[in-house]
């Protein structure tokens, strides 16, 4: 089994920063892509960042320069610091992996996500 654990969820005030972390275990070969989505209640998941294991990134146009996201492949982790953060962005943030394992060739794998809280 392929599992995604998330960490680093918490409260923080506004302008606050936070950093997540998402390690992938298992019998992986490698993660083609990671990345981390959100969910606020009453509204549909969205895309925050992706990475893939080349490097290549992609943000949502609502982080506006905010947030980094970076991954260690030989680790298979993957890390997003958010900083300036706003009321807004609170949401649950889940981790998400596009996997090759022993198992499959390519997986999709959602973390169970983590509460980031923006409030004074």
């Known amino acids: 089994q392929v599992q995604l654990v998330e960490s680093g969820g918490g409260l923080v005030q506004p302008g606050g920063s936070l950093r997540l972390s998402c390690a992938a275990s298992g019998s992986i070969f490698s993660a083609y892509a990671m990345g981390w989505y959100r969910q606020a209640p009453g509204k549909q998941r969205e895309l925050v960042a992706t990475?893939?294991?080349?490097?290549?990134?992609n943000y949502a146009d609502f982080v506006n320069g905010r947030f980094t996201i970076s991954r260690d492949n030989a680790k298979n982790t993957v890390s997003l610091q958010m900083n300036s953060l706003k009321p807004e962005d609170t949401a649950v943030y889940c981790c998400?992996?596009?996997?090759?394992?022993?198992?499959?060739?390519?997986?999709?794998?959602w973390g169970q996500g983590t509460q980031v809280t923006v409030s004074s």
């Open positions: 990475i893939t294991s080349g490097g290549s990134t």
């Open positions: 998400y992996a596009k996997i090759h394992s022993v198992l499959y060739y390519d997986r999709d794998y």
